[in-house]
């Protein structure tokens, strides 16, 4: 081979280099410059940002290198007209070739895990005044429960934080597999029957953030939601001591202050809103994951109607099934925030 044809052969591989170089840098200013991630609302979501930008920078020029190389085998070796019976020519692989697009692969590899779990077990270490939560999962609803050192612990479907506090969530499913997932806070971990995962997070923004399942966990899957409210420590206390004594907080007009209305649109802050799942007129909600509210509670009275929220398996409407909605609202709701669903439901939909 003369000196001529070494040098075509070379003007390829120099164009693929400057192509990849190009694609690659423009690859990862586009890769850093996304926001892949809603706003940050703890001390471990730093650390996993991070951790993602790492990836991509490992991982673009990769991406690209083999993308120009196949595009370029395209194109330079692709059959041209005439050639169709031929055969290719023989040929060796290259050994020290593959030796070497084997081993720098598994040693990026290696060395990315390597990050990853020292990432991990830096955001995953114990810290001073850690606050236990305990997380159920259950078609199809969260419920947070707050271990007292005396007495019951306290329930909720809205998880309340305090801010700067580290807390320890130990997440558990009754029914299926569910994943308990605060983006703002990047941690996440499915909930296994019979087994109780766990994992470390301090807030450290104030605000409200969506709390979803990340897992497909059955029909209502999607409205599998609550909120993770992160307060300042003394009105997480002040919310702390109102569950402890609702009567004493809410006086005797408790259960005309609950708006019946407002738990069912949007929770009021204390139950899943039942509007995610439910038609009804008056609400002006339209969700056919649950019975149209407006047909299967026409003539019911008080107790049908708090029945079919406490009991929700004890009859099934027709076209579902048992197990789509949570049976923990006889936990979750004060008896005033039960009672005002109930007074509402009876005036607009089972009058």
């Not at 993602?52 to 020029?61: F, G, K, N, Q």
């Not at 002006?284 to 407006?294: H, M, Q, V």
């Not at 079919?308 to 579902?320: C, H, L, Q, R």
């Not at 099934?321 to 009672?339: C, F, I, V």
């Amino acid at each position: 081979m003369n000196e001529d044809s070494r040098r075509e052969d070379k003007i390829p591989v120099v164009q693929m280099l400057v192509v990849g170089f190009i694609a690659s840098a423009l690859g990862i200013a586009a890769g850093l410059a996304i926001e892949w991630f809603p706003e940050s609302a703890s001390t471990q979501a730093g650390p996993i940002d991070h951790l993602y930008d790492v990836l991509i920078w490992a991982s673009v020029p990769i991406f690209v290198l083999v993308t120009t190389v196949v595009l370029f085998s395209v194109m330079k070796f692709r059959m041209r007209p005439g050639e169709e019976n031929l055969d290719g020519p023989p040929i060796h692989g290259n050994t020290r070739l593959e030796v070497v697009w084997t081993a720098i692969p598994a040693i990026i590899l290696v060395v990315l895990c390597a990050y990853a779990w020292i990432v991990l077990v830096d955001i995953e270490e114990a810290k001073a005044n850690e606050m236990r939560v305990n997380v159920v999962g259950q078609q199809f609803a969260w419920t947070f429960e707050y271990p007292q050192a005396e007495g019951e612990p306290i329930k909720s479907n809205q998880l309340y934080l305090p801010n700067d506090r580290p807390v320890r969530f130990f997440v558990k499913a009754l029914d299926v597999i569910h994943d308990f997932w605060v983006p703002a806070f990047r941690m996440k971990v499915d909930a296994v029957p019979g087994i109780e995962t766990k994992y470390r997070i301090t807030p450290n923004r104030l605000g409200t953030y969506p709390v979803v399942c990340a897992e497909l966990c059955g029909l209502g899957h999607s409205v599998m939601r609550a909120t993770a409210r992160v307060v300042t420590p003394e009105d997480f206390e002040k919310w702390m001591a109102e569950q402890k004594a609702p009567a004493a907080a809410g006086g005797e007009g408790a259960a005309e202050e609950a708006d019946g209305k407002t738990l069912f649109t949007d929770g009021n802050g204390t139950a899943t809103a039942c509007g995610a799942c439910h038609t009804l007129a008056d609400a002006g909600t339209n969700s056919e994951t649950g019975p149209d509210l407006d047909e299967t509670l026409a003539g019911a009275d008080a107790a049908k109607i708090e029945e079919a929220i406490v009991e929700p398996d004890k009859e099934i409407a027709a076209g579902f099934q048992a197990g789509l909605m949570p049976k923990n609202y006889g936990d979750t709701l004060s008896d005033q925030e039960l009672e005002a669903l109930v007074k509402y439901l009876g005036e607009v939909a089972g009058k």
